[in-house]
């Protein structure tokens, strides 16, 4: 305190700790904000979080003493609940207004018309039941195949069994991809082929080739992608992704027996493809009796069941590579003509139509097969100037884009505008994105769990008279 004069006021004194006048004060303030607008500026440049000047400073709490244990201190109950406003049981529960005072569905959109609402909502309701490893395949597909891809699948099994194995409809098949080394040839095109359910086949002349080896009773075995494909080749083995064979003992013994077959007086002529597989296939039954088997070889179930089965590509396989060869040594004579396929596959579809029947396509890959399984309706139209509408029905599996441009990839929309497909069946055509290793197998217990099977329409033999009919047709239009 300050020392009292003699009348008891406090003296004066000269001491530089005494209070500032107010504009001292501002002065102090004004320095304090500047300083603290400083430091959040460097704060930011630097990217750190020196915000903390910003904050009033207030001491640390001292470290309990060596041994010692500091104890917590905590507000007693009411102080607590009173500071924060809450009671100290739990989470203080707000008031809701009633569910009543909430509209469900805005006027303005339920007010709105939507004369398509109930046609677009009136597809199963997504809501299998559980799988229980006790069902039947054919059952699973149409209960749990509901969506993407899978519901692609399942509407393409039904379009097949439901109007596409039809008593008036003309199947053709396309095969792409290496189908036949894979099994597929035993486990589903033959089947499908005893069950009358495939009228003609275009296939890659590579599928036909390796279906030898099954007729010829020489193996093929499960391997792996990950081979040494180096070290395959030092050991006499071939690859085909996961699939493996011998190099000496299966493929050089098909084309010995190959080359031996075409040496005969029967193969020495002009002939489209299907003559050419006809004949093979008649050779390929005839070893499969020899080796004990059945049902393994496409080329021998067309030869019985009569039906026809091109290759869109014949020089484009270890078939066509073998007639190239005896051709050079000058030891056998097969002509192919290219122009006696087309001709041969249109008067198929001419004749379905022509009778009030129906087309089918069934494509299982893209590629050249596609192509010309599809061409026939253009040359129809387009070349021989006969009026037609496309292909009926569509049903594609294939792993091709179509915005690469590719033929494997084109969507049956697209087939519209070349005249391949009849706009008016579009529902009918449908595209499933997967692999056909997958959906073919599926489609094939499908199909003959849900369908009996068909009376053989036997097209081969059939060949010269509806080519007849499609020629008598072209000259009545454009004599």
């Not at 799988?131 to 379009?159: P, Q, V, W, Y």
């Not at 596959?345 to 009030?356: F, L, N, P, Q």
């Not at 129809?380 to 509408?389: A, G």
Request: net charge positive; hydrophobic share 35%.
């Amino acid at each position: 305190m300050r020392p009292l004069d003699a009348t008891g006021k406090a003296q004066a004194d000269n001491r530089s700790d005494r209070r500032p006048s107010e504009p001292s004060r501002d002065r102090q303030g004004a320095d304090l904000v500047a300083r603290r607008a400083t430091s959040i500026y460097h704060s930011v440049l630097l990217g750190t979080q020196h915000l903390t000047s910003c904050r009033r400073e207030t001491p640390m709490p001292k470290k309990p003493a060596p041994g010692k244990r500091r104890v917590k201190t905590r507000k007693p109950v009411r102080q607590r609940a009173a500071k924060t406003g809450r009671p100290t049981g739990g989470p203080s529960k707000k008031k809701l207004a009633p569910i009543g005072s909430y509209p469900e569905v805005p006027d303005w959109v339920k007010n709105r018309p939507c004369p398509r609402k109930a046609e677009y909502l009136s597809g199963p309701r997504v809501l299998p039941k559980g799988i229980t490893g006790r069902g039947k395949l054919a059952d699973l597909i149409d209960e749990t195949f509901l969506a993407f891809n899978a519901g692609r699948l399942r509407e393409g099994c039904g379009l097949f069994v439901e109007k596409m194995l039809e008593p008036d409809v003309t199947v053709g098949l396309s095969l792409s991809g290496a189908l036949t080394p894979a099994g597929l040839g035993c486990s589903c095109i033959v089947p499908l082929i005893n069950a009358g359910f495939v009228d003609w086949i275009v296939a890659t002349g590579a599928n036909l080739y390796h279906d030898l080896h099954f007729a010829f009773n020489l193996p093929l075995h499960v391997g792996s992608p990950s081979f040494d494909d180096a070290d395959l080749q030092d050991n006499n083995v071939v690859r085909i992704y996961d699939v493996v064979l011998d190099y000496t003992n299966c493929l050089l013994k098909t084309d010995a027996i190959l080359l031996k077959m075409l040496t005969q007086d029967e193969f020495q002529r002009e002939m489209g493809s299907a003559k050419l597989h006809n004949l093979l296939g008649q050779h390929a039954s005839e070893h499969e009796k020899r080796n004990g088997l059945k049902n393994v070889s496409v080329l021998a179930a067309a030869y019985r069941a009569d039906v026809p089965v091109y290759s869109s590509s014949p020089g484009d396989s270890a078939i066509g590579m073998n007639i190239a060869s005896l051709e050079m040594r000058g030891s056998a004579v097969t002509k192919l003509n290219p122009s006696i396929d087309v001709n041969e596959t249109a008067g198929y579809v001419w004749r379905a139509k022509r009778d009030g029947g129906k087309s089918a396509v069934l494509l299982m890959g893209g590629g050249s097969p596609k192509n010309f399984i599809l061409q026939t309706e253009p040359y129809i139209q387009e070349i021989l100037k006969v009026p037609d509408v496309g292909h009926d029905y569509f049903f594609q599996v294939t792993d091709a884009r179509p915005d690469t441009g590719g033929l494997s990839g084109a969507t049956p929309s697209e087939a519209v505008s070349w005249g391949k497909v009849d706009p008016a069946k579009l529902p009918d055509a449908i595209v499933c994105y997967a692999d056909t290793t997958l959906a073919l197998p599926i489609l094939t217990h499908y199909a003959l769990a849900r369908h009996a099977k068909r009376p053989l329409k036997r097209l081969y033999g059939q060949r010269q008279e509806l080519l007849e009919i499609l020629k008598k047709e072209h000259w009545k239009r454009n004599p």
